[in-house]
């Protein structure tokens, strides 16, 4: 009933900036995420935001670089990723809780359950 689907990935060199959207349709989904997976590792935790408030948290790895938000009359997620690094490149995906709440955040990969297809973004030195 929910499908997500992002974009905006691409190349950039060290230092630059990527802005990913992650655009939902279906049925209302509540908490939501950014997860990205790197070659040949797990897909792992970056960033979450709740579906009021905008209670966020991410990734000790991301912290101070990647601003992540969201706007619900859009039905659209973002993250903002800045002074990107050769180790953030991975494929990118952004997913969504179906189970209400109001000012949950949800960072673990288990709990959610929609996903999209994934963006790619690589980052060169």
């Known amino acids: 009933q929910v499908q997500l689907v992002e974009s905006g990935g691409g190349m950039v060199q060290a230092g630059g900036s990527l802005r990913l959207s992650c655009a939902a349709s279906g049925r209302t989904v509540y908490a939501m995420g950014w997860f990205r997976q790197p070659p040949g590792k797990e897909r792992e935790f970056v960033a979450a935001?709740?579906?009021?408030?905008?209670?966020?948290n991410y990734a000790d790895s991301v912290k101070g670089r990647f601003t992540i938000s969201r706007d619900n009359t859009k039905k659209l997620l973002y993250l903002q990723m800045n002074s990107l690094k050769p180790e953030d490149t991975a494929v990118y995906y952004c997913a969504a809780d179906r189970g209400f709440s109001d000012n949950v955040v949800v960072t673990t990969e288990t709990e959610y359950d929609y996903w999209g297809q994934g963006t790619q973004v690589t980052v060169f030195s």
């Open positions: 935001i709740s579906w009021m408030n905008s209670n966020t």
